[in-house]
């Protein structure tokens, strides 16, 4: 009988103890790790773990390599974001446990050809960065190791996941480990389309079982859920009852912990290790931490704390949108009985490769509110032009990059048609927010400081100050979901806004192209100033 990854970890493997660095090492053991076990045992052939940082996700990788190797005699590859990171841990973390894991230095080589380690059964443990496309492709194994899937190339994910697929049914297995970034993005993305394991507690003071929650409540109500006492240090409040967990009392109850699926229809077994199973760090640490980042004026702190120290995803609050909070404002838009859309109608395009993404947007009578009439991808330059002339447009702002050629081409054939187009180009260095040249020598053109344009379609989406008609297709608002607004600190130590995206945001650019060519029909100007300054906490 085969011993199961937990089981060969337990009997072979031999760890440093935690903050040593010459002393013996000790035989591998999961005392305080029980959440561990599981994730090592499982037979699914894809898992997702998303975790706190130092939470033992990468030495569950290493039994895990370990076992296939030298148990099945199958070949690993454990990826990293870099190729350094990858040859640094083969010549150092991995060759360490090796060598100082009498039982198993005896099965494996210690020959590393950059990467690449035989063991004596002929099984091969590879370890390569994602920017080795040759690497992956020459490389066919039973088992993928992906480490910090938050910061890998998806491409090259994929690439690898394709070796994969062509071992046996049953002897292939993804373990994808990471700590999180943005919501919705990379490991929470993965974790989320998976059966969102927790790990669940006994209740000391009910007998019931409840998670361990660092905020309870959502929105405007969500408050923490880890408290302190002066006299009994910090606890978390119980789900199946009005009691705390007392900090002296959780060792006993992680310990008794068990895994709970909470979307148990999910593709895949998917875990959250939160830094609050944790027996190294202290919840009254942990709520320490917490203070030191509330007091930073840098959100990109906060953000480290929630990423590194809980595991959780992090966005600054009042710029990140849901596919569900835009359709909230949909509807109460569809609802309100107002006055007819104004006759000032305008468009934006985000030109593409594989065709123009195109939005037609009116500004309602009352001058306050944008609505989205119409959205549609098409290759048909003339089915755009056929559109706008439907639709009364009065201008459009097209995408000028990267494809300006096509831009072009475009630009020319609506001013043959009569419809007033300028050709849009992105800065974040331009000072004031946006500059109109209607004597550019290749064609009417605008300049826009981006982060302050996108501020403001954001913003009013969030609003609802620009809301989109009942009717249309749900990818536009999918596309405007995927905008992420970020911050990050400079080399001046000065702090910087920008915009990214977690997935394809064409309608979002193409709908910020529209609110900018209502300008040129003299409607959208006055506004847009204050548009800027909004978030979107408010409510519908």
Same mark, same amino acid.
């Given at each position: 009988?085969?011993w199961?990854?937990?089981?060969?970890?337990?009997?072979?493997?031999?760890?440093?103890p935690?903050?040593?660095?010459?002393?013996?090492?000790?035989?591998?053991?999961?005392?305080?790790?029980?959440y561990?076990?599981?994730?090592?045992?499982?037979?699914?052939?894809?898992?997702?773990?998303?975790?706190?940082?130092?939470?033992?996700?990468?030495?569950?990788?290493?039994?895990?390599?370990?076992?296939?190797?030298?148990?099945?005699?199958?070949?690993?590859?454990?990826?990293?974001?870099?190729?350094?990171?990858?040859?640094?841990f083969?010549?150092?973390?991995f060759?360490?446990?090796?060598?100082?894991?009498p039982?198993?230095?005896?099965?494996?080589g210690?020959?590393? $050809?950059?990467?690449?380690?035989?063991?004596?059964?002929?099984?091969?443990?590879?370890?390569?960065?994602?920017?080795?496309?040759?690497?992956v492709?020459?490389?066919?194994v039973n088992?993928?190791?992906?480490d910090?899937?938050?910061?890998g190339?998806?491409?090259i994910i994929?690439?690898?996941?394709?070796?994969?697929?062509?071992?046996?049914?049953?002897?292939?297995?993804? @373990?994808?480990?990471?700590?999180?970034?943005?919501?919705?993005?990379?490991?929470?993305?993965?974790y989320?389309?998976?059966?969102?394991?927790?790990?669940?507690?006994?209740?000391?003071?009910?007998?019931?079982?409840?998670?361990?929650?660092?905020v309870?409540?959502?929105?405007?109500?969500?408050? @923490?859920?880890?408290?302190?006492?002066?006299?009994?240090?910090?606890?978390?409040?119980?789900?199946?009852?009005?009691?705390?967990?007392?900090?002296?009392e959780?060792?006993?109850?992680?310990?008794?912990?068990?895994?709970?699926?909470?979307?148990?229809?999910?593709?895949?077994?998917?875990?959250?290790?939160?830094?609050?199973?944790?027996?190294?760090?202290?919840?009254?640490?942990?709520?320490?931490?917490?203070?030191?980042?509330?007091?930073?004026?840098?959100?990109l702190?906060?953000?480290?704390? %929630?990423?590194?120290?809980? /595991? @959780?995803?992090?966005a600054?609050?009042?710029?990140?949108?849901?596919?569900?909070?835009?359709?909230?404002?949909?509807?109460?838009?569809?609802?309100?009985?107002?006055?007819?859309?104004?006759?000032?109608?305008?468009?934006?395009?985000?030109? /593409?490769?594989?065709?123009?993404?195109?939005?037609?947007?009116?500004?309602?009578?009352?001058?306050?509110?944008?609505?989205?009439? %119409?959205?549609?991808?098409?290759?048909?330059?003339?089915q755009?032009?056929?559109?706008l002339?439907e639709?009364?447009?009065?201008?459009?702002?097209?995408?000028?990059?990267?494809?300006?050629?096509?831009?072009r081409?475009?630009?020319?054939?609506?001013?043959?048609?009569?419809?007033?187009?300028?050709?849009?180009?992105y800065s974040? $260095?331009?000072?004031?927010?946006?500059?109109?040249?209607?004597?550019?020598?290749?064609?009417?053109?605008?300049i826009?400081?981006?982060?302050?344009?996108l501020?403001?379609?954001?913003?009013?989406?969030?609003?609802?100050?620009?809301?989109?008609?009942?009717?249309?297709?749900?990818?536009?608002?999918?596309?405007?979901?995927a905008?992420?607004?970020?911050?990050?600190?400079?080399?001046?130590?000065?702090?910087?806004?920008?915009?990214?995206?977690?997935?394809?945001?064409?309608?979002?650019?193409?709908?910020?192209?529209?609110?900018l060519?209502?300008?040129?029909?003299g409607?959208?100007?006055?506004?847009?100033?204050?548009?800027?300054t909004?978030?979107?906490?408010?409510?519908?």
């Open positions: 009988m085969r199961t990854p937990s089981v060969y970890a337990e009997r072979l493997r031999c760890i440093q935690t903050g040593s660095t010459g002393g013996p090492w000790k035989p591998w053991d999961f005392n305080e790790y029980e561990l076990r599981e994730i090592h045992d499982t037979l699914a052939e894809r898992g997702v773990v998303m975790s706190s940082a130092q939470s033992g996700k990468t030495e569950t990788l290493v039994n895990r390599e370990l076992h296939v190797q030298h148990v099945h005699g199958l070949n690993t590859m454990h990826l990293f974001p870099a190729a350094k990171e990858a040859t640094d083969s010549a150092g973390r060759q360490l446990t090796v060598m100082n894991s039982r198993i230095a005896g099965l494996h210690l020959v590393d $050809n950059k990467g690449h380690r035989v063991a004596v059964n002929g099984s091969n443990a590879y370890f390569r960065g994602m920017q080795s496309r040759t690497g492709k020459s490389s066919p088992l993928l190791a992906v910090e899937y938050d910061s190339d998806p491409e994929e690439m690898a996941r394709d070796r994969l697929m062509g071992q046996q049914e049953g002897l292939r297995w993804e @373990l994808d480990v990471s700590t999180p970034g943005m919501p919705g993005r990379g490991i929470d993305h993965a989320l389309r998976g059966d969102q394991r927790r790990w669940t507690v006994p209740c000391p003071r009910c007998g019931g079982w409840t998670v361990l929650d660092w309870v409540g959502v929105g405007q109500s969500e408050t @923490l859920n880890v408290q302190r006492d002066a006299a009994r240090g910090a606890s978390i409040g119980s789900r199946c009852c009005a009691g705390r967990i007392w900090q002296s959780r060792r006993a109850v992680l310990a008794a912990g068990r895994w709970v699926a909470t979307n148990p229809h999910g593709l895949y077994p998917s875990w959250h290790i939160s830094g609050l199973l944790s027996t190294r760090m202290s919840w009254d640490a942990v709520l320490e931490a917490h203070d030191r980042a509330q007091a930073d004026p840098d959100p702190v906060m953000k480290a704390f %929630h990423n590194g120290k809980l /595991g @959780l995803p992090f600054e609050k009042g710029y990140s949108l849901s596919v569900e909070l835009l359709k909230l404002h949909q509807r109460a838009a569809a609802e309100r009985r107002g006055p007819r859309l104004a006759p000032q109608i305008a468009a934006g395009v985000d030109a /593409g490769v594989r065709g123009h993404y195109l939005t037609v947007l009116a500004l309602h009578d009352d001058l306050k509110r944008e609505v989205v009439l %119409h959205a549609e991808h098409s290759a048909d330059t003339t755009i032009a056929v559109r002339a639709y009364q447009v009065g201008a459009v702002v097209i995408d000028a990059q990267p494809n300006t050629e096509s831009s081409k475009l630009q020319r054939e609506l001013w043959d048609r009569g419809v007033s187009a300028w050709l849009c180009y974040e $260095n331009m000072k004031g927010r946006v500059k109109w040249d209607n004597e550019a020598p290749d064609g009417p053109q605008v826009a400081q981006r982060t302050e344009l501020n403001a379609v954001v913003g009013g989406l969030g609003t609802g100050t620009i809301v989109y008609a009942q009717d249309l297709d749900v990818q536009a608002l999918e596309h405007c979901a905008l992420q607004r970020q911050t990050e600190t400079t080399a001046d130590g000065n702090l910087r806004t920008f915009w990214s995206s977690n997935g394809p945001d064409h309608y979002g650019h193409s709908l910020a192209y529209a609110h060519a209502l300008e040129q029909v409607v959208a100007g006055d506004n847009a100033e204050d548009w800027s909004h978030g979107i906490e408010s409510e519908p």
